[in-house]
């Protein structure tokens, strides 16, 4: 990337998270409200059943054919009920420039990174490196915006939930950190893109673009610059047809776990903002390992419980509400 280049993209950045006008009524919120909190977690349920489908899928299909399959249909999903529905994508040229950025950030490369890590590495050890996004977010949003601000409290709170997300992992795991490097940088260079693509989907809310139109949107550009990628490296022609389960799950995931989830995940940026958003990858392992000892009868050992403590201090330190409630009730005293 060219010098030129670079400037014209963090003057964007900074663009996309400069502060709200005076006319614009939907603040975004430093603490979640009730609403924020179960979107948070409906997308860690749905992002966390996700790892069932994903199994099921690259399986039987190559990973850049899934990546562009996914993106495909949960494109034309969102096209099929705009037209349904009779309503504008609200999606004017001037955007597509940006549209495709987030795509990029948030879609296309981190899926390659992590669809080329995880065939290096175990991927509980990826999903440790996911869950170092927001920490990314936490420093990203801090640089780019101006009502992101990192604090003292939020930085505690994302180390405690990524400890936890470690401790649940388990420590054979960690032991395994320092092998295959450029497995693991990749992987870590998604989860910074993701922080990135939080930031940058703020700009879409400043323009007037709705969540449902930039979820089209991205998901509409991720699939054109995915199909010929998927074409030269793939070759899906020369593929067997793939078997009913994986073309099932590889519905699933698009219709449910990229259309319908990135509608809440934008909603949640739009409302709460790109760090407390990004909290999500936090709660996807524990999600997983949850729903894996409910449908698969896996065992949760005192470590997963430990883990699960940690998470949830965290979250409730990034929150604040728990901690003034505190304070609060230790001034009363004093004050009497």
């Not at 323009?207 to 490296?233: E, H, I």
């Not at 009913?244 to 990229?258: R, W």
């Not at 509608?263 to 760090?275: K, Q, V």
Request: hydrophobic content about 55%; charged content about 10%; aromatic content about 8%.
């Amino acid at each position: 990337m060219t010098k030129l280049s670079q400037d014209c993209f963090d003057s964007k950045l900074r663009e996309a998270a400069a502060p709200v006008g005076p006319h614009t009524h939907a603040m975004i919120r430093s603490v979640m409200n009730r609403s924020d909190w179960l979107t948070l977690i409906g997308l860690a349920v749905i992002w966390g059943s996700a790892f069932f489908c994903i199994h099921v899928a690259v399986h039987s299909v190559p990973p850049l054919t899934y990546v562009w399959l996914r993106v495909t249909i949960a494109a034309a999903a969102l096209w099929a009920y705009l037209a349904w529905r009779k309503e504008p994508a609200g999606l004017p040229k001037s955007v597509w420039g940006s549209m495709f950025v987030l795509a990029l950030l948030n879609n296309v490369i981190p899926f390659i990174l992590f669809g080329w890590g995880q065939t290096h590495i175990a991927s509980g050890l990826a999903s440790i490196l996911n869950a170092t996004t927001p920490i990314w977010g936490v420093i990203v949003a801090h640089v780019f915006t101006h009502d992101e601000r990192m604090t003292p409290r939020k930085i505690a709170g994302v180390l405690l939930g990524f400890g936890g997300v470690a401790l649940m992992i388990g420590p054979d795991l960690l032991g395994s950190i320092g092998n295959n490097v450029l497995a693991q940088l990749a992987c870590v260079t998604a989860a910074l893109l993701y922080a990135l693509a939080g930031v940058w989907a703020r700009r879409f809310k400043r323009l007037g673009v709705s969540p449902m139109s930039v979820t089209t949107g991205q998901l509409t550009a991720s699939a054109l610059v995915m199909l010929p990628v998927a074409l030269v490296f793939d070759r899906p022609w020369e593929q067997a047809v793939p078997p009913l389960g994986a073309l099932g799950a590889i519905l699933v995931l698009a219709v449910v776990c990229s259309a319908y989830a990135y509608i809440l995940y934008f909603r949640l940026i739009d409302s709460a903002g790109a760090t407390n958003a990004l909290l999500v990858t936090l709660l996807v392992p524990p999600v997983a390992i949850l729903m894996g000892a409910l449908m698969l009868g896996e065992i949760i050992e005192a470590r997963d419980v430990a883990g699960l403590g940690l998470i949830a201090l965290g979250l409730a330190a990034i929150d604040g509400r728990l901690l003034s409630l505190f304070q609060r009730r230790a001034v009363q005293p004093a004050a009497s």
